[in-house]
């Protein structure tokens, strides 16, 4: 009979705090926890009320971040000697039920993980929007990261020279489309949050990165209409070094799998030194997204585009607390189906 651990304040607080730790798109924190102590179950749910409506009108993006978080809690699960149990998308009947862990019992020596601390990476994983020194990261550590990606259900490619500019080109199109749209640039300046305001959520002004002088990379400007909070332009690496994430698939288990195999690849490449940010420009606007798409390969969907390389830390952005919810007991059967 498996051993079932119970789900007590002491082994909760580090999953959550584990969790909250996730990237997500512009740090909305798309996620919101339950505990149902019945079944010794630790839930998490989509958080509504903190989407983008413009940017992410399918969750696609939501449903990553929290893939991300749910990976988080594996770790910290492992990390305190316990086997984690998810199950994605548990309830046909409850769809912002997006996954539910459950603690299976102790680890065996079977169990261990092998290879670098990501449990330690958690806490140092931070997105870089500064320029990199373009130093070229050593194949062992590019194939660690694509070994994650798989290990989850996804794959990670690193294009060529010609590949590279591709992708950089199909992401400063979609910023230019970005720019062009009032409603989607006030979406996104909503989310960018001034100095001492206290939020949990968003993104900081410290937290921005400066444009490329040379006008090759194509970071994300949040500032919108408001140049004044722009950073005065930087010089970026030369050879940018990319790595697209895809899954043979594109239903939302697939964007949940997504989420997980991003951040076990985030983690790899801290855990190696690396610094990491995002470019989901091209993602957000579905033209360009199946354009991204690896050229004469039918199967591949493009999740996001993850630049890589050596370069300063990021800056740290807030975080909530995660504290969960205690699941309200079901009412008694009636006979009658669900509506």
Known sequence: ???????????????????????????????????????QVLEVHSAPERT?????????????SVGAAVFNIRIAAVHQGLRPEVRLLPDPYDPGLLAAVRLAGPLGADDLPPGPDLHAAIARRHTSRRPFTGRPVPEPIVAGMASAAYACGAR???????GTRRLLRLT????????????????TLSWITAPGRGSHYGIPVT????????????????TGALPTLRLPAMWFERHVQLALLWTPHDRRED???????????LLTATAAGLRTSLLHQAMEW?????????????????????????????????????????????????GTGPD
Not at 5 to 27: K, Q
Not at 52 to 64: C, E, G, K, N
Not at 156 to 162: E, F, M, Q, R
Request: charged share 20%.
């Open 1 to 39: 009979m498996r051993t079932r651990i119970p789900l007590d304040a002491a082994t909760v607080e580090p999953l959550l705090a584990a969790a909250v730790a996730a990237p997500s798109i512009h740090n909305t924190q798309p996620w919101r926890f339950r505990l149902d102590s019945g079944h």
């Open 52 to 64: 983008l409506p413009l940017t992410d009108p399918a969750h696609r993006a939501q449903y990553l």
């Open 156 to 162: 990670l490619s690193v294009p060529d020279i010609v």
């Open 172 to 187: 400063a199109a979609a910023e230019a489309r970005n720019h062009a749209h009032p409603d989607r640039t006030a979406e």
């Open 207 to 222: 937290a921005l990165g400066p444009p490329d002088a040379g006008g090759r990379m194509p970071m994300r400007d949040f």
């Open 255 to 265: 964007w949940l799998r997504a989420g997980q195999a991003l951040q076990y690849v």
């Open 286 to 334: 579905p033209d360009l997204r199946a354009a991204t798409a690896l050229p004469r390969h039918g199967r591949c969907h493009p999740q996001v585009l993850l630049r890589f390389g050596y370069g300063p830390d990021g800056a740290r952005t807030p975080r909530a607390t995660g504290h969960p919810a205690a699941r309200t007991a079901a009412p008694p059967a009636t």
